[in-house]
């Protein structure tokens, strides 16, 4: 025989345990769902290139002109490396790994309102069956609020791999050879959309600034905080609630 407060007991539990799981779905998708869409698809079928390397090219060259630093990022591993070097206005460094590198994108192609970009004098040498080093020239017009109206061009060289997931830069060196920012070059206060700039002036390494680096790597772990602090809410929503009617079945 039931206990007369025992359905009583789990429909009040019934709200709070449903407010349990939309919170802990919404999170789950905030956090892991994605805001990252990749902007192309790879496939490999095996070990032997089915996708032509040009066309992956072309396809990151359009990821500049979107300013789609999510997109940009999914060409890259954990072990890649990028070195700016060259005229390029403080921010030359070595950025290794997606997390560097994604900020490297983040606080540079991101930051503009405007981007106008086009590769010249592509060619390509093989290395291996795998493994293809290609070289173009990016001619490159933005415009950012900060620094005003910027113009590049850029010496690229690549190195891709070929993977289980496609291609993949193992390497890649950006070479300035020319760099114009009329609001840079005016010399106005060096409180860039690109931080690196400023830090650079002042003798300091521009790798990844920690003013950046901060907002960067903080907002997943704020954000996970948040939705711990509202499951936490709801958590003792439901002891109180089940509290509540256990009292209520001894007291009859």
Not at 59 to 77: A, K
Not at 182 to 201: G, H, K
């Amino acid at each position: 025989m039931s206990r007369p407060g025992s359905r009583h007991g789990v429909s009040k539990l019934a709200v709070p345990i449903g407010l349990v799981v939309v919170v802990a779905v919404a999170g789950a998708y905030l956090l892991l769902g994605g805001a990252r869409t990749p902007s192309t698809t790879q496939t490999s079928s095996g070990s032997t290139p089915t996708v032509p390397l040009q066309t992956v090219v072309d396809q990151l060259v359009n990821d500049i002109n979107q300013r789609n630093v999510d997109g940009l990022t999914t060409f890259y591993t954990r072990g890649s490396v990028v070195h700016w070097s060259g005229n390029t206005g403080g921010l030359s460094g070595l950025y290794t790994g997606t997390d560097d590198i994604r900020l490297m994108y983040a606080t540079t192609v991101g930051k503009t309102t405007q981007m106008s970009v086009n590769s010249t004098g592509y060619a390509e040498k093989a290395l291996g069956p795998t493994d293809i080093n290609a070289t173009f020239v990016l001619n490159m017009k933005a415009k950012s609020p900060t620094v005003g109206d910027l113009n590049a061009t850029i010496d690229v060289t690549q190195e891709w791999k070929w993977g289980s997931s496609g291609w993949a830069i193992s390497r890649e060196n950006w070479a300035y050879t020319g760099f114009s920012a009329s609001l840079f070059n005016a010399q106005y206060p060096p409180a860039t959309t690109f931080p690196q700039w400023a830090y650079s002036l002042k003798g300091g390494n521009p790798d990844l600034v920690s003013e950046k680096s901060f907002e960067w790597h903080a907002g997943p772990f704020l954000a996970a905080g948040l939705y711990g602090f509202l499951f936490g809410v709801v958590a003792l929503a439901a002891v109180r609630m089940l509290s509540g009617g256990r009292k209520g079945w001894t007291g009859r």
